[in-house]
């Protein structure tokens, strides 16, 4: 693996556990009082929304194939199952 892409995936992983370490104790309650704790996560989301675009976007490269599969399979996720 490539030394940058090391450093999206390391930014990443601190992200994460800063929203981890940010929420741990906490329920929607609090979350949705805490203009401060708000922000504090979702700067972390876009934190680890821009380390994943760059990261995409390098591998993307190098790679062309199993990123669009991956980003297909993400894709899916999300679609409502029947039934």
């Keep these: 693996m490539r030394l940058e892409a090391k450093k999206y995936l390391y930014d990443i992983q601190q992200a994460a556990g800063r929203v981890a370490a940010f929420t741990a104790g906490k329920g929607l ?6 203009a401060m704790l708000r922000a504090a996560v979702e700067r972390q989301f876009e934190i680890i929304g821009e380390a994943l675009g ?30």
């Design 29 to 34: 309650a609090d979350y949705e009082q805490d």
């Design 54 to 83: 760059q990261l995409s976007r390098r591998t993307a490269r190098v790679l062309p194939e199993r990123t669009r599969d991956a980003a297909r399979r993400r894709s899916c996720r999300w679609m409502p199952r029947p039934g």
